[in-house]
Structures are given as C-alpha cells and as structure tokens.
Nanobody, 115 residues
Framework: QVQLVESGGGLVQPGGSLRLSCAAS????????MTWYRQAPGKQRELVAI???????SYADSVKGRFTVSRDNAKNTVYLQMNSLKPEDTAVYYC?????????WGQGTQVTVSS
C-alpha cells in the first residue's frame, strides 16, 4: 500500500516560518513529480509548488520568493519551506505525487498563520 504522510503543520505568527514534510512509503518503483497544494476554508484547492524528479521547480505567484520546495529522492520525501508567512497562507496543505504511474494524495496538514 503506497501512501503519502505529511507533517510539520501548526500555528505560527505572521512573518514566521514553517517547514512541511511529505514522505512516500510502500512499494515504490516509480516516483515522479511531487506537488504541494493548499485549500483554505470556502476556497478551491490551489497548487502551491511542484518539483519534478529532475529537481525542476515551479511556484504559485502568491508564494514566489517566500516558499521553497525541495526533495530528497533517497528518502522519497518532499519538503516545503515556508518563510514570511501571512494570514492568507492559512490552509490545509496537501502533498500530491505521481507514484507508480498513479496520482496519490496525502491526508493534509493544517497551517494557521495568526497573531
């Protein structure tokens, strides 16, 4: 059973930082692009950042310059370093990955930015 497990969410003050992790586990023979999405209350899920297996990255305009996506292929893990957090970054953050030629989602981790 292949699964993605996110961690690292929590409550942080505006201007603060958090680092999210998402680890893929199970019988994995192919792991391609890994992506972070987020969904705020009452809003649609939106793409935050993507990183390919070749380490190419792309970001939503709203997080460029503040968030950094990276991955450790040896650990099948993707990270999202979030700096200069704003209240509008509050959302459930989901990891998504193309594993064994199938799309797999994590369960999500809550990030709340509030004073």
């Amino acid at each position: 059973q292949v699964q993605l497990v996110e961690s690292g969410g929590g409550l942080v003050q505006p201007g603060g930082s958090l680092r999210l992790s998402c680890a893929a586990s199970g019988s994995i023979f192919s792991l391609n692009a890994m992506t972070w999405y987020r969904q705020a209350p009452g809003k649609q899920r939106e793409l935050v950042a993507i990183i390919t297996s070749e380490l190419s990255t792309s970001y939503a305009d709203s997080v460029k310059g503040r968030f950094t996506v990276s991955r450790d292929n040896a650990k099948n893990t993707v990270y999202l370093q979030m700096n200069s957090l704003k209240p509008e970054d509050t959302a459930v953050y989901y990891c998504n990955a193309f594993i064994n030629y199938k799309v797999t989602w994590g369960q999500g981790t809550q990030v709340t930015v509030s004073s």
